[in-house]
């Protein structure tokens, strides 16, 4: 109680600076409408300059000075590129280095200060099997969003050569991962965005179709074809008459292009991004990403429409020195700090909530499983307990986590008990950790696990001791301290997702009344933030489902499921949680156990298990050290309880050993950059990264359930569950990269939505090893390939079976702040973006993923509005409304069997058009949009390109002689055939 007193006589003093920042709220929200909130872990542009920036190395590289030194070379170089780039208006001014902790003998230059490795921009790690060493970006969702990182590797770092300039290349990739543009050139082999296609110009005679590289610049192209395979001329399809997968088209260093940057950088007069100008002029016509997903608008125009520089903001500045400062951060050394801010409010107690919820309960066992658990060694964790303005306090300072402080520690969380009463004050709360000097007073770049069940309620709300959230973001903002909050119930305050995401930490929420598996994935998914290991010492979350017994009959056992695959192997833990409906900690008999080993004897093993105070619940059983080696395949458990329970499983492992990276799935919320202001604009997605180490996991089943809230009815809706998808349609950029999306679209009502994943594999799910011959990204030298376009995967790439494995992993929980109508329709379907045309004999074949009823939800949608015309530009905005400019097809168009009604959403759909219908020697283009039940229209598709009938290609008469350099005479592009 002295404690808080003398605190609370300290937060007084600060009253005039809050009551400061109150007066100015309205003020503050006006500048988060105009700019928003800078997200922690990204780089700050003011003045022309990023600050904060951090080029994170993962754990897996070895420990060596060479690469910080070619670090700070590179983004020398990359600044200094920028800044030309970006006309002025931006560089790297402040780049920060950030250590893993296994390099253990470089000293940094200063301490953490929040920064990791997984919210880092840059990061340096292990090359790609899919993109070699080639820098790649992991992309936004849409055209303009942010992308989540860029991935460079020691080896390019090392020897960049193929690449042209490096701070080019790097350049290139930051147009994409902090302005959301895309490549402005195509990919060998690829459908949706060909490294050839046939370009349709207009003469007195009327159509002529030139077969064109397809790059984007504003000069003639100077090159030359060559087959990746065998180095010789190009071999064409006789399908379509285009050059197949393995023919890529050198542009040398004779062209004289000056844009467009994201076409091909490493030329070296080309240093401008295209616009809408004469001499930058944009191609708006080309098969590109960048006119895919930005809809036919310039690199420069969806540049400009950034933050960083919207309405006026970082004009152009004239700096003679780019040359950016370097820190480095972090050390083997440097604890990492959490403060635990509990919720002592009375509401958190069963007879003070609507639910009858045990909320108390609940927190103290999860943060007691938590603290002995999974608190690594070597974190510094104090607690903090707050109700009401008066009553906000430490509950313990900092200590250094080991096996006596955590017993400790576990022991005190149950004094907690003593602390429940009163109102609540978030804003106190937190406070108290951040400025108590035994806490993270003067410290910068920690991290804060706020819990919490109520809203803001103070006994005097008007005093300057009544905290809010709002009142103390702007202080952790400044000062990196990083807050992941956990929502006990429903009520929890509206505004502690807003502050996870200003200041880079997460949110997570738990139902009333549930078993202990959404709260110990909640307390798991705050460890993220703790020091990172390698990815053969990673723990992986295996399996995890939570039982309800309380209607079990006395003596009845449940049985259940779970692969260990070939990658895991150590220290896998089998984990049951208890929580009794009772006010209670010990159980009445014995739990029994029973594991079955998959190996041919299907050996059995049996454990028992007492719940009491000292285990608070929890058993926990390292089953690889029970038979070894540890069997792989499918293995059997069985719980019989000794009376009604709630029962949580858990499962987690390491590789089977230190050389074998284990299949690791992340799961998360994208809500894109929009502002949700209306349901109107609901578009949030689904997502998940499946993959071993590096290499892309495909063909997973990926399911996400997702929690919902009560309507405006007081109506309660189940959770839903959805399959999420990686076949470049709808949320899912690219196919086949082991990244999976889905729109969610099922809103029942204002409030907080919790989401989690399971990924399931069999002997049809792949690992994409890569391609047969290195794979890089637009290469000046010949010999090397590129990825990707639309799809990772072609006749080149090696495959192998992951056999069953199961992962899980909770994305965390997101808020809806605005009342919604379930039953209101405001939703069209998605876009659809793989729309492909190839001819037969007989009929001209379209086909495309179908979107849903709602994006791309699983339900149909009403109808497909498909149109053609022989010139692209008539179908591309408001001209495809217009019956003037093209043709719609209807069902008497189409041969017996192909129809117009839409199939399931994400299910691939087929039409096939009578060919009869269309003149031979000429290219036709075909796009369509989608309606749903309420009449909602998607927008245009991509536009599909069918030639029919062009003319046999034969070697000694069309093709272009491998290394022959061919003068280019267009400003579009190199025509070397026209028809």
Not at 5 to 29: C, D, E, H, P
Not at 295 to 304: K, L, R
Request: glycine share 8%; hydrophobic share 35%.
């Amino acid at each position: 109680t002295g404690l808080s007193q003398v605190f609370i006589t300290n937060l007084k003093i600060q009253s005039t600076t809050v009551m400061t920042a109150r007066m100015g709220r309205a003020v503050l929200i006006f500048l988060l409408c105009s700019q928003p909130f800078a997200t922690r872990g990204k780089a700050v542009l003011n003045e022309n300059g990023y600050t904060d920036l951090v080029v994170a190395i993962s754990p897996d590289i070895p420990e060596n000075q060479n690469v910080i030194d070619q670090v700070k070379n590179l983004m020398t170089e990359a600044s200094r590129e920028l800044y030309i780039a970006s006309r002025n208006r931006a560089y790297f001014k402040q780049v920060k280095i950030l250590l893993p902790k296994t390099w253990t003998t470089i000293s940094g230059d200063q301490t953490l200060e929040g920064e990791s490795f997984e919210s880092s921009e840059l990061r340096i790690d292990r090359p790609s099997p899919v993109y070699g060493d080639s820098p790649y970006t992991e992309h936004g969702p849409g055209c303009g969003e942010p992308g989540d990182f860029t991935h460079i590797t020691p080896a390019f770092l090392e020897d960049s050569s193929a690449y042209g300039n490096w701070g080019k290349v790097v350049v290139h990739e930051w147009a994409k991962l902090r302005w959301g543009v895309y490549e402005e050139h195509g990919y060998p082999g690829d459908e949706k965005f060909p490294m050839f296609f046939y370009k349709t110009t207009w003469t007195i005679d009327g159509q002529k179709n030139t077969l064109t590289p397809n790059f984007c610049l504003n000069s003639g192209i100077y090159g030359y074809e060559q087959d990746l395979a065998s180095g010789g001329p190009c071999t064409y399809n006789p399908e379509d008459r285009l050059p197949d997968h393995n023919c890529y088209f050198y542009v040398t260093e004779q062209t004289p292009a000056t844009s467009s940057y994201m076409s091909l950088p490493y030329l070296a007069n080309n240093r401008q991004f295209c616009d809408s100008t004469e001499d930058l002029l944009h191609d708006n016509d080309l098969p590109t990403k960048q006119n895919l997903y930005c809809e036919g608008q310039s690199t420069w125009d969806v540049i400009m429409k950034s933050p960083d520089f919207a309405d006026g903001a970082n004009q152009p500045g004239n700096l003679a020195n780019t040359e950016p400062e370097f820190i480095i951060v972090g050390s083997a050394l440097e604890p990492v700090s959490y403060v635990l801010v509990m919720d002592v409010s009375s509401s958190m107690l069963p007879v003070a909530n609507d639910n009858k919820a045990d909320r108390a309960k609940a927190m103290i066992e999860a943060a007691k499983r938590w603290v002995k658990f999974e608190i690594q060694d070597g974190v510094q964790l104090g607690m903090v307990v707050f109700s009401g303005e008066d009553n906000a306090k430490p509950f313990q300072d900092l200590t250094l986590v080991d096996d006596e402080s955590r017993k400790n520690m576990v022991s005190k969380l149950d004094l907690v008990n003593n602390e429940f009463q009163g109102k609540t004050c978030i804003g106190c709360g937190l406070y108290t950790a951040a400025n108590y000097a035994g806490l993270l007073k003067n410290k910068t770049g920690q991290n804060i696990l706020l819990i919490t069940d109520g809203k803001q309620e103070c006994k005097s709300p008007s005093s300057p001791l009544c905290l809010t959230v709002s009142d103390m973001t702007n202080q952790l903002v400044d000062r990196s301290l990083r807050v992941i909050t956990i929502a006990l119930g429903p009520d929890a305050d509206p505004e502690i997702e807003d502050l996870a995401t200003k200041t880079g930490g997460k949110s997570f929420f738990v139902q009333d009344n549930v078993g202990s598996g959404d709260i110990n994935g909640a307390f798991t998914g705050s460890s993220t933030f703790q020091p990172g290991d390698s990815i053969s010492n990673t723990n992986v979350d295996i399996y995890q489902r939570d039982w309800d017994t309380s209607n079990i009959t006395l003596g009845d056992s449940f049985t259940d499921a779970f692969d260990i695959d070939m990658s895991i192997g150590r220290d896998v833990i089998f984990q049951v949680d208890i929580t009794l409906p009772r006010a209670t900690y010990d159980c009445v008999d014995d739990i029994v156990i029973t594991w079955i080993s998959p190996n041919d004897n299907h050996d059995r093993f049996n454990g028992t298990f007492k719940c009491d105070k000292d285990n608070f619940g929890v058993f926990r059983n390292n089953i690889s050290s029970v038979i070894s080696p540890m069997p792989t395949g499918r293995w059997i458990y069985q719980i019989t309880p000794p009376e009604a329970m709630r029962v949580s499983v858990s499962i987690t492992g390491k590789s089977a050993d230190a050389s074998t990276d284990p299949i690791l799935t992340q799961c998360w919320i994208n809500p894109g950059s929009q502002e949700i202001e209306s349901q109107v604009d609901l578009k949030l997605a689904v997502m998940a990264d499946v993959r071993q180490g590096n290499m892309p996991v495909i063909g997973a089943t990926v399911l996400a359930s997702i929690e919902r809230p009560m309507d405006s009815n007081n109506v309660t809706y189940p959770t839903i569950e959805m399959e999420l998808q990686d076949n470049g349609s709808g949320a899912d950029n690219i196919k086949n990269d082991g990244i999976y999306a889905r729109y969610f679209t099922h809103y029942t009502g204002k409030g907080r939505y919790s989401v989690k994943c399971q990924v399931v594999g069999n002997d049809d799910t792949k690992v994409n090893e890569g391609f047969i011959t290195s794979k890089k990204s637009i290469p000046m030298m010949p010999g090397t390939p590129m990825c990707c376009g639309g799809d990772t995967i072609n006749a080149d790439s090696k495959l192998t079976s992951t056999g069953n494995f199961s992962r899980q992993s909770a994305a965390g929980s997101f808020q809806i702040p605005i009342d919604i109508n379930p039953n209101l329709d405001v939703t069209p379907p998605s876009r659809v973006l793989d729309l492909n045309g190839k001819v037969s004999d007989d009929a001209i074949i379209l086909e495309f993923t179908a979107p849903g009823d709602n994006l791309d939800s699983l339900d149909p949608a009403k109808l497909f509005l498909i149109k053609y015309s022989e010139s692209a530009s008539n179908l591309t905005g408001d001209n495809f409304n217009n019956d003037v400019f093209n043709t719609e097809l209807s069902l008497d168009d189409l041969l017996p069997g192909s129809v117009l009604t839409p199939p399931n959403g994400g299910e691939t759909f087929q039409i096939q058009v009578n060919r009869t219908l269309f003149q031979e020697e000429i290219q036709y283009n075909f796009a369509l949009k989608t309606q749903d039940k309420a009449n909602n229209m998607s927008p245009v598709s991509n536009i599909a390109r069918v030639y029919l009938s062009p003319p046999d290609l034969s070697a000694s008469a069309n093709m272009v002689p491998s290394f022959g350099i061919v003068v280019c005479i267009s400003v579009i592009g190199y025509l070397f055939k026209t028809y």
